[in-house]
């Protein structure tokens, strides 16, 4: 029989959802869901009888925190029973004295790793599993320089902190490391928090997994979201990432040229799918000067149709159809002829003709004409 442990990382639980401009409402409503992701990682742990929870760091946000967070999270690890839970604190979450962490009373099944030093939990004569900490926002250095594990068996370290290879140009690193360092310390597997989207890494064999947020947190977060569950048993550690959130976010772009009222905006945005999903609409393309674009008011007569809407302009201004219409030429022939048969269909089926109208200009202006 392996060794079962179901993982976790950066839930990011009390998080702001400032960044994005929801609505109070709403951001109070997403972190009722994060909330409910780490309920049903514990549901799921219950269920299916694993062995032992780890959680990799970034489990909540230390300034916005309340005691509220940390009586739920107190329940939620007392559920576990005799089930292990080890606690890696990561950079939004740091051991210090006013910190959730030390200000609750834990069950005794709970581990949490204060220090920014390895420190070893031994679940049976084969398997141990070796958690640090981080104790302030700011730990850069790498943790596993210098660490060697102890001891017969396998061996799993449990931290959170970025592969190297991995962080974006610009951001710094909290405690760095590379897949190397984790073989160098002589450790089987890695379990990890920091990065947002999930991954497993491998040399000859599996060496570390980051789970990604259990729930995605804002829009460079898109696409399904999981936990991990690793099988240890003394052949070989086998790393398995579970499809874990509820509430995807997504971007959809709304090319506007071909759009001559604010109707068929209007039309546009509410036909796209996403009942029940976080929506960011971009409105690309040239904007015709005819169109009343009101961002504000768009966002009024849309929002319902999503769990939450933003609209973002990215429109350029485009012809001034009235003013081509004044013209002497084939081309203003050819526009007022247009607007005129466009005025006589129904908002609803003025998409192709629009179209036709702006295809028809571009090829006047001997400009690509691309559908
Ligand atoms: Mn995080």
């Known amino acids: 029989?392996?060794?079962v442990v179901l993982h976790t990382a950066d839930v990011h639980l009390d998080r702001a959802f400032s960044a994005a401009g929801m609505s109070a409402g709403i951001a109070a409503a997403r972190r009722q869901e994060l909330r409910d992701a780490f309920r049903r990682f514990v549901d799921l742990a219950v269920d299916s009888k694993v062995d032992a929870v780890t959680i990799g760091g970034d489990l909540y946000e230390h300034e916005r925190a309340t005691m509220d967070t940390g009586h739920f999270l107190r329940e939620q690890l007392e559920r576990l029973g005799p089930v292990p839970a080890l606690v890696s604190p990561g950079n939004h979450d740091p051991y210090m004295p006013d910190s959730l962490y030390a200000r609750m009373d834990w069950p005794p099944n709970v581990t949490i790793f204060r220090e920014p030093a390895f420190r070893p939990v031994q679940f049976s004569p084969w398997l141990t599993v070796w958690g640090a900490g981080h104790d302030g926002p700011t730990l850069r250095r790498n943790?596993?320089?210098?660490?060697?594990?102890?001891g017969a068996g396998r061996h799993v370290l449990l931290f959170h902190g970025s592969d190297t290879r991995a962080v974006p140009p610009g951001k710094p690193a909290h405690c760095p490391f590379l897949a190397s360092d984790v073989r160098a310390a002589g450790a089987d597997f890695a379990l990890l928090g920091h990065y947002h989207g999930a991954r497993v890494a491998e040399d000859s064999a599996p060496v570390f997994a980051y789970p990604g947020s259990p729930e995605p947190l804002d829009f460079?977060?898109?696409?399904?979201?999981?936990?991990?569950?690793?099988d240890i048993d003394e052949a070989r550690i086998s790393p398995t990432l579970i499809p874990f959130s509820r509430v995807p976010y997504c971007t959809h772009t709304v090319e506007v040229s071909a759009f001559l009222t604010?109707?068929?905006l209007r039309a546009a945005i509410t036909a796209l799918p996403g009942e029940g999903e976080i929506v960011r609409v971009i409105l690309a393309g040239m904007l015709q000067p005819e169109v009343d674009l009101d961002v504000q008011s768009l966002y009024n007569s849309c929002a319902e149709r999503f769990r939450y809407l933003e609209i973002v302009d990215r429109t350029e201004p485009g012809y001034d159809f009235a003013?081509?219409?004044?013209?002497?030429?084939t081309k203003g022939a050819f526009v007022r002829l247009m607007l005129t048969r466009i005025q006589r269909l129904s908002p609803d089926d003025r998409g192709t003709t629009e179209a036709a109208l702006l295809y028809g200009l571009?090829?006047?202006?001997?400009?690509e004409v691309s559908a």
């Open 220 to 230: 460079s977060e898109e696409g399904v979201h999981h936990i991990l569950r690793l």
């Open 143 to 150: 943790l596993l320089e210098g660490f060697r594990v102890e």
């Open 323 to 329: 003013e081509l219409a004044e013209e002497s030429t």
């Open 362 to 367: 571009r090829a006047f202006e001997r400009r």
């Open 1 to 3: 029989m392996p060794f």
């Open 262 to 264: 604010s109707e068929s």
